[in-house]
């Protein structure tokens, strides 16, 4: 099993939509818990960060981690076409401190 | 949020030459910063982990003498690709670990391309 599993979609809804994106992961031990946005041929962009359990909010976006079913959520209300991107959830939880990525979702958001 | 920034953002090379990519955190210190590998349609693959002052921790598969690290400074860090190859071609990218926290912020990537 690998340590972070995210559907890499592709995922479409129209504009207005609310968008539900997840991650499951493996190890229970697991603390810091992340969304970036990549744009493409750009350099990943931080969204969100969470320590433990517990929900997240700013702005039109919400990070939500469950530890007791090891299932991290992003959810994104009042989606717009600017929102289209790939999300990678991400874990701190390497050997040297590093993240581990999921694959990422592509997201397209349609006018 | 802080920002990382990455020199140069594209580059094309020939096959058999070196081609250096900086990585400068521009507004924090960063004893720790990572590189990583990203092919087409791919999540990115870390490939080594560079702390100041010491020598990078390389991933598995990633050859230690074809892609040099060096990490001088607490702002800046180097990653050289020898001998690039057109299988080198990729986009590279690196992040900063910003101190007192586990978050780390990424460069904009450079997309090298071996011709």
């Known amino acids: 099993q690998k340590e972070v599993e995210q559907d890499p979609g592709p995922l479409s809804v129209p504009e207005g939509a609310i968008v539900s994106l997840n991650c499951t992961y493996s190890?229970?031990?697991?603390?810091?818990f992340m969304w970036y946005r990549q744009y493409s041929r750009k350099g990943p962009e931080l969204l969100m960060y969470?320590?433990?359990?517990g929900n997240k909010e700013d702005g039109r976006f919400t990070a939500q981690v469950d530890k007791s079913s090891k299932y991290i959520s992003l959810f994104i209300r009042d989606s717009q076409p600017s929102d289209s991107a790939t999300y990678l959830c991400a874990i701190n939880g390497g050997s040297q401190g590093n993240l581990i990525f999921g694959k990422g979702t592509k997201l397209s958001v349609k006018p | 949020g802080a920002v990382v920034s990455q020199h140069p953002s594209w580059v094309i090379c020939k096959s058999g030459t070196s081609v250096k990519i900086e990585c400068r955190s521009l507004d924090f210190q960063a004893t720790t910063m990572f590189w990583y590998r990203q092919f087409p349609k791919q999540s990115l693959m870390l490939m080594a982990t560079?702390?100041?002052?010491?020598?990078?921790?390389?991933e598995q598969g990633v050859e230690k003498d074809k892609f040099l690290i060096n990490h001088a400074s607490l702002t800046l860090s180097t990653l050289t690709v020898t001998s690039a190859h057109p299988e080198d071609s990729s986009f590279y990218i690196c992040?900063?670990?910003?101190?007192?926290?586990?978050?780390?912020?990424f460069g904009p990537g450079t997309r090298l391309t071996v011709l």
């Open positions: 969470t320590y433990s359990s």
């Open positions: 190890n229970s031990a697991f603390q810091y």
């Open positions: 992040s900063a670990r910003a101190p007192a926290t586990d978050t780390q912020y």
């Open positions: 560079s702390n100041e002052g010491s020598k990078a921790t390389y």
